[in-house]
Every structure is written in C-alpha cells, then in structure tokens.
C-alpha cells in the first residue's frame, strides 16, 4: 500500500524558510511523478511543483526563483524548499505521487506565513 507522509510545515514570518518533506512508504523509482500541490482557505487546490521520473521539473508561476523541488530515491522523499516566503503561501501542502496512472496523495501538512 502505497502512503505518502509529509512533514516540515508550520508558522514562519515573512522573508523566511522552510524545507518540506514528504516520505514514500514504497521506492520513489516506482513513480512517474511526484510534486507538491497547495490549497489555501476558499481556493481551489494548485499545483506548486511537480518532478518527473526523468528529473523533468515544473513551478508554478507564483513560487519560481523562490521554491525548489527535489527528491532523494535513496531516501524515498521528495522536498520542497521555500525561500523568500510570502503571507500568500500560507496554505495546507500535500505531496502527491502518480503511478500507472494513479494518483496518491499525503495528507496534508499546514505552511503559516505571518506578515
């Protein structure tokens, strides 16, 4: 059973950093993809980064030069590193992986960003 666990998320000030990590209970080799997607209060859920099997990687407009996504097979976990952080990152993040055409989807951890 494939399970997807992040952690890493919680209050930062504006300006500053946090690393997320998301942890594969199965070898990463197995997904053709992996990535992050956020979802703030009232708005729909939005991709944020997305890395392919072949280290393809993909931002969304609103975190390039700021977020870098990353994955480590060795460890099975993906990361996201924020920097520059900003009140309109503040969302809940789940790590998602898609394999053979299915999607799995962690549950989610809370990124606060105070002004």
């Known amino acids: 059973q494939v399970q997807l666990v992040e952690s890493g998320g919680g209050l930062v000030q504006a300006g500053g950093s946090l690393r997320l990590s998301c942890a594969a209970s199965?070898?990463?080799?197995?997904?053709?993809?992996m990535g992050w997607y956020r979802q703030a209060p009232g708005k729909q859920r939005e991709l944020v980064a997305r890395?392919?099997?072949?280290?393809?990687?993909s931002y969304a407009d609103s975190v390039k030069d700021r977020f870098t996504i990353s994955r480590d097979n060795t460890k099975n976990t993906v990361y996201l590193q924020g920097n520059s952080l900003k009140p309109e990152d503040t969302a809940v993040y789940y790590c998602?992986?898609?394999?053979?055409?299915?999607?799995?989807w962690g549950q989610g951890t809370q990124v606060t960003v105070s002004s």
């Open positions: 998602t992986a898609r394999a053979a055409y299915r999607d799995y």
């Open positions: 199965v070898s990463t080799f197995m997904f053709d993809a």
């Open positions: 890395i392919t099997s072949g280290s393809t990687i």
